[in-house]
């Protein structure tokens, strides 16, 4: 006997991040897996399964589970920030994939608010529309630059000199994949490019803060501190002093080229509702 394909509505929006303890998908633990069974015994996360409390799809996912009345869903994100990177401006394009849902018109805009009461000052979604299967490819695979704000502590004097030199020039860079993330990353050098925006004298002496534009997959945190050569040049080099990222914030996110996008196919709504979204 053939079994009935499973039904599937999708739900697009955008999420700003406001806090740096906040993973966008759920944080398993590395040992146990969040394994039902395994994760009593789990040492290091003690049982939780989890490494953190919650994370922008549990936010999100416990209250649009409510809404259709499945707890099943996957969560589909524009590429992802760093756990302690914010996401501010206007957000990150997600769409929630809800199978088998028993609700089949809940109100987007009531969850939309109900989110965003909840999690006051640590996560705001915006407008949550209706959208189709098609969507899910599109906002993973599109190539997209950035714009970053980095607060960055200087280990030395910095030349005003050597700072002219590099503000506002398209940099080539040579990225060895990090440390941080070798365990699940291929071992390889990458070619991207990043520009130098702005660079100001911080609060305290030793901080200062950048405004940056990347090209897509560009590893921020090393093009900063050049983590010994293998991000080559580095804010590091360029200004011949230890570099570390203090603090990273994601601004914007641009077309792959690096300009401003001003209108967006996600923005639109779908009118048709429910049905829309029915594979
Ligand atoms: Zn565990």
């Avoid at 499973?6 to 406001?18: N, T």
């Avoid at 006051?120 to 490819?137: A, D, N, P, Q, Y």
């Avoid at 080559?232 to 690096?258: F, K, R, T, Y």
Wanted: with cysteine; hydrophobic share 30%.
């Amino acid at each position: 006997m053939q079994s009935l394909p499973k039904s599937k509505v999708f739900v697009e929006g955008r999420y700003r991040k406001l806090s740096r303890d906040l993973p966008q998908t759920v944080f398993f633990c590395p040992s146990c897996k969040g394994h039902e069974r395994r994760r009593k015994k789990c040492t290091q996360c003690e049982g939780f399964g989890k490494l953190t409390r919650d994370s922008v799809q549990e936010l999100v996912g416990w209250v649009l589970a409510k809404g259709f009345g499945t707890r099943k869903h996957k969560f589909h994100g524009s590429g992802r920030e760093d756990v302690d990177v914010r996401m501010l401006g206007k957000g990150r394009p997600f769409i929630v994939e809800m199978i088998d849902p028993k609700i089949t018109s809940p109100d987007l805009a009531e969850m939309e608010k109900t989110i965003n009461d909840r999690n006051e000052g640590r996560l705001e979604i915006h407008g949550l529309h209706w959208t189709e299967k098609s969507r899910v490819r599109v906002i993973k695979e599109e190539k997209h630059a950035k714009r970053y704000e980095a607060r960055v502590t200087v280990d030395g004097d910095v030349d005003p000199a050597k700072v002219a030199e590099f503000l506002g020039q398209r940099l080539q860079l040579a990225q060895q994949t990090p440390n941080r993330v070798a365990h699940r990353r291929a071992d390889k050098v990458r070619e991207r490019w990043i520009e130098f925006e702005t660079f100001e004298q911080g609060d305290e002496p030793n901080q200062w803060v950048t405004q940056v534009v990347t090209e897509h997959g560009t590893y921020v945190k090393e093009s900063i501190s050049g983590e010994d050569g293998r991000s080559e040049p580095s804010l590091a080099s360029l200004l011949g002093v230890p570099c570390h990222c203090a603090e990273l914030d994601v601004l914007e996110i641009l077309s792959a080229e690096g300009e401003t996008v001003v209108a967006e196919p996600s923005t639109r709504i779908l009118s048709e509702g429910f049905g829309a979204g029915l594979e």
